[in-house]
């Protein structure tokens, strides 16, 4: 037992391929509670087992906001500290030692790095801080997808402590079904009309399924929002306006919904990365050199979910390769294309490309540069 009492609680459902591993990452803390909703394979034997204590309750409708306050409901009254996990999920070692650390009494939530996919190679693609663990009483759970947590007690919530030694994986199952998220998002916007952020998320849904028209509609209606004023989200939905134009064969539009983005966030490095692809697929090469040179400037990154892989790895890199190659600049294509490659150095393309971009700078005629993609 440390400084404090640490529960960790969980839903689930058929994922005993995790159960093991999300054991041995959940064990640094005194009590693990699951609630499992309808399992059919092992997933309860396994959890129950490595000692965690598992109740087996089906919740329909099916709603994560729902599972997941009936789950906590399930951790002790005495609790300290409620950790929040998915069973595809696993700590860092020592993430216990450093919560504690930096926990204080009457804190409310505290902030973590959370690491949402990898890359093929293994590399870290999605990265921004999480704020699932929290203290027992006082939260509630509201949204049916895309759920976060609502402080409900009286007065206000305690503060926010920064867990920066706290480190959370997600290595989620790929053949894992999406298909409840759109219901469950529209129903969430039926519910909260008013909640700028669910419709954000169900815009963004409907550009993943290819419905650009729908996308269009329901981000414009973001932007609309007087609630909708945090600029990082805004240049979001502008971004996915602009590929659902593009997708639709409106360069035009795109091109002017991109330069918005880029307005309304000029230090996210994803507006000037997306419209910088735009124009290579066009071949403005000019647009591709400023575009790029403005995204690689801007280097810190933030630790918002509004962050997205392709912008911090080797994107950037490559369109101002390829830019640099097709404007005869092959010396400085080469220097590019090997820090692409060294952010990607699995690419057997960004190899290829790199060979071919290495003849051109020593004179040496080209095979087929036509290969350069």
Sequence with gaps: MGKYKVCVYAICKNEEQFAEGWMDSMSEADQVVVLDTGSEDKTVEKLRARGAEVTVEPV????FDTARNRSLALVPEDADICVCTDLDEVFHPGWRKELERVWVP?????SYRYTWSFNADGSEGVVFWYEKIHARHGYQWVHPVHEVLRWVGTGSPGPMVSA??????HHPDPAKSRDQYLPLLELSVREEPGDDRNVHYLGREYMYRGRWDDCIRTLKDHLNMPTALWRDERAASMRYIAKSYWEKGEAAQ????YLRAITEAP???EPYTDLALMLYQRQEWEGVLYFTACALAITVRPRSYICEAAAWGSLPHDLRALALYYTGAYREAVEEARRALELEPGSQRLKNNLEQMERAAENVPLQSPQDLL
């Design 106 to 110: 009457g804190a409310g939530q505290a």
């Design 60 to 63: 329909s409708p099916w709603r």
């Design 267 to 269: 230090h996210l490095r």
């Design 254 to 257: 795109a091109r002017d919904w």
């Design 164 to 169: 920066e030694g706290v480190q959370l994986d």
